[in-house]
């Protein structure tokens, strides 16, 4: 995949080195979530939708001023750094380079956004994944997301505003059917 795309959302996929955990509990899953907040407030972006497991990162990510190399550059160079000092190890956590994928148009948009959500049960990391901590998931599936996100980070209105009310039950809904719909029908 090119580094130079010219769509402006992208979903970022992040593997460790040969299958290792990147995070061990909650303190490392906190600090990811930690730097990706530090990088938003010092380089605006949008993060639409993530999921972390013990070995892969998943974002939804909108760049509005930096390039999406250099967040995620950083991103993973500081928590690099932290996990190597933390377990005492050196090298590299990351299996090379991040993947990622232009986001083409609204439909591709909202599978993306599905997939990533789903990410935790697919990979069997937890049967329900309204509990799931390390994922969006519970911010746009809780009633009160639109006023108050349980992660401040997030950019839900362009996900939100394409379901009717009660938007967190329509979000349901397209999360866990699995044939196409159209979002707007919701």
């Known amino acids: ?26 303190k490392d899953y906190s600090h990811y979530l930690h730097l990706l907040t530090k990088m938003k407030h010092h380089s605006p972006f949008n993060i639409h939708a993530y999921s972390m497991i013990p ?7 909108e760049p509005l001023k930096t390039k999406v190399s250099t967040i995620i550059r950083y991103i993973q160079t500081t928590y690099g750094v932290y996990f190597n000092r933390r377990y005492e190890g050196n090298g590299l956590i990351f299996k090379g380079e991040f993947l990622f994928q ?3 148009d609204d439909t591709h948009f909202f599978q993306t956004s599905r997939f990533i959500h789903r990410v935790p049960t697919a990979q069997k990391i937890t049967a329900n994944i309204h509990h799931y901590r390390w994922s969006s998931a519970r911010d746009y599936l809780s ?5 108050a996100p349980i992660h401040p980070f997030l950019t839900l ?3 939100l505003d394409s379901f009717s009310l009660p938007k967190h039950e329509r979000f ?3 999360l866990y059917t699995s044939t196409q719909m159209k979002i707007n029908s919701l």
């Open 1 to 26: 995949m090119s580094r130079h795309q010219t769509t402006p959302t992208y979903h970022i996929m992040i593997r460790s080195e040969r299958n290792a955990a990147l995070f061990y509990d909650q």
């Open 157 to 159: 209105d362009r996900t």
């Open 55 to 61: 070995s892969q990162i998943h974002l939804l990510v």
């Open 102 to 104: 232009g986001i083409k």
């Open 143 to 147: 009633p009160q997301a639109e006023e």
């Open 172 to 174: 349901h809904d397209f």
